[in-house]
Structure formats: C-alpha cells, structure tokens
C-alpha cells in the first residue's frame, strides 16, 4: 500500500477537505487504464486520497480486488461507509463532493459534450482498448493497427479536433483541464507507446496531456513499478 503524502489542510480552498479522506483502489499503473482515469482526476483537482494500489495480472489479483469490490474490477472509491466502484462514477462523485474545484467544463453545453465523450470512451473503442492495451512503459510502434483500431482512432482524432474547433485555441479539450481531459489520458498513453501519427495539433494535445503534473506523476510511477505482466510485456507477431 502507497499513500499520497497530500496534506488536505494544506489544500487552498478545499471546503471541508480535512474532515475527511477518499482510498482510491487502483490496479497497476503501467496498465490500469481505468484506474488512471480517477487517479489523475482527483490529482489534478488537489482531491487529498490514500492510495491502495494492487498490481494487476498476478496470481492474488483477483482476491485483493474482491476485498474492496464484489464487481471485481478496479478502480474503486471509498469514502467512509460509501463504496463507489467504476471510473465514471467515481469522477462523477468525486465532481459532486468537491463542487469548488469544477472538474467538469462550467459551462453547461459544454459539460454536456465532455460527459459525452467520456461517456463514449467509457462505453466503446473496444478495437483499441483490444488491440492496443495500456503499457505505459514498453514501446509498440506500428503494431495495433487492425481495423477497428483504427476506425477508433479515427473517431476519437474527430472529437478532439471537434472539441478544439469549437472552443477555439487553448490547452485541453474544454479549455482548462477536466474529467474529460483525464478520461482521455490513457489514449494518450497508448497512442505514445503504439507510435500513432496524428495530426500536428493533435500531436500537441498529446505533449500536454503527458507533460501535466498529474499525468507525469502517474508516469513516473509507472516507470517505478517492476512488477512485470505476462499477458501485457510482449506483443505477438
Ligand atoms: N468499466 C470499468 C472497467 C474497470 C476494469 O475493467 N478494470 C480492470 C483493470 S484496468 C480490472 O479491474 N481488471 C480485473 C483484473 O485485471 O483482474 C470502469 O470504468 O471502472
């Protein structure tokens, strides 16, 4: 177990923040993509959270996940008596709890779009989640590419260039970092570790996804892990 050294009295403007203190139950960080998702939303809101990490693909993962969720899967919240599991629920929560740190977009068309397309990834891209899984530390270039891959790839190149078109020039997708942004995030990984060429702008968009300090934070863990995953390390012909 890890916990985050965050003190939450030293939060500025985080109403309430010391009374209480979320466990975020998260699989390994160089493949959990879904556990990413919250991780880097929470950190880069300043959300104060212990964290309880589980390496993923070993023989007790399955038993260590089930302490904490009859679902079996992670990511996982707890706060106090209340178990949140699955990362869109627990942005969600998270957003509700902490309404001062606007995690999603303030402007209600907006937040519309940016629950739209985290709830499109959420719900879909299963041709890239299949073909091109999360491995933050190894390098795949040009493997991946089957079609429905690529069609994701495709789709997802769409919404981050609609995004930006209609909120004009700016760093992330609705402007100032969100839920969206971090949803995103392990896209970003794979499109760096499989080597996807995308349009300049695009390509820009992924340098600042991985270079925000929560992003960094996850990377440099993920570097830091040495606990090697049989199913994910090697890509075959
Ligand atoms: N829809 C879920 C998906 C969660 C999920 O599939 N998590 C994977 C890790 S990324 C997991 O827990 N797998 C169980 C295992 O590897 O034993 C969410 O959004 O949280």
């Not at 985080?14 to 390994?28: D, E, H």
């Not at 556990?35 to 260590?64: C, Y």
């Not at 629950?115 to 890239?128: D, K, N, V, W």
Request: glycine share 6%; net charge negative; charged share 20%.
């Amino acid at each position: 177990m890890h916990t985050t050294d965050l003190d939450p009295l030293a939060v500025p403007g985080v109403a309430g923040a010391g009374k209480r203190r979320f466990k975020l139950v998260i699989g390994s960080k160089n493949y959990s993509s879904w556990s990413m998702r919250p991780w880097v939303a929470l950190k880069a809101f300043h959300i104060p959270f212990e964290e309880i990490l589980i390496m993923l693909d070993q023989p007790d993962t399955g038993n260590r996940i089930a302490e904490f969720s009859a679902a079996g899967r992670v990511p996982v919240l707890i706060d106090g008596d209340t178990t949140i599991w699955d990362s869109l629920a627990i942005c969600e929560y998270a957003a509700e709890q902490f309404p001062d740190r606007h995690m999603w977009p303030a402007d209600v068309t907006s937040r519309a779009l940016a629950r739209s397309i985290c709830a499109e990834m959420h719900s879909g891209f299963s041709g890239l989640r299949s073909a091109m899984w999360m491995n933050i530390r190894a390098r795949f270039p040009g493997k991946g590419r089957t079609m429905p891959a690529q069609a994701d790839i495709g789709r997802i190149s769409e919404i981050w260039e609609d995004c930006f078109a209609r909120s004009g020039p700016h760093r992330f997708l609705f402007g100032d970092f969100s839920i969206a942004d971090a949803y995103y995030a392990p896209v970003v990984m794979r499109f760096i570790t499989y080597g996807v060429s995308l349009a300049p702008a695009l390509e820009a968009y992924v340098e600042r996804v991985a270079a925000h300090p929560a992003v960094a934070e996850w990377i440099r863990d993920a570097h830091e892990e040495s606990v090697p995953s049989p199913r994910y390390d090697t890509y075959p012909d």
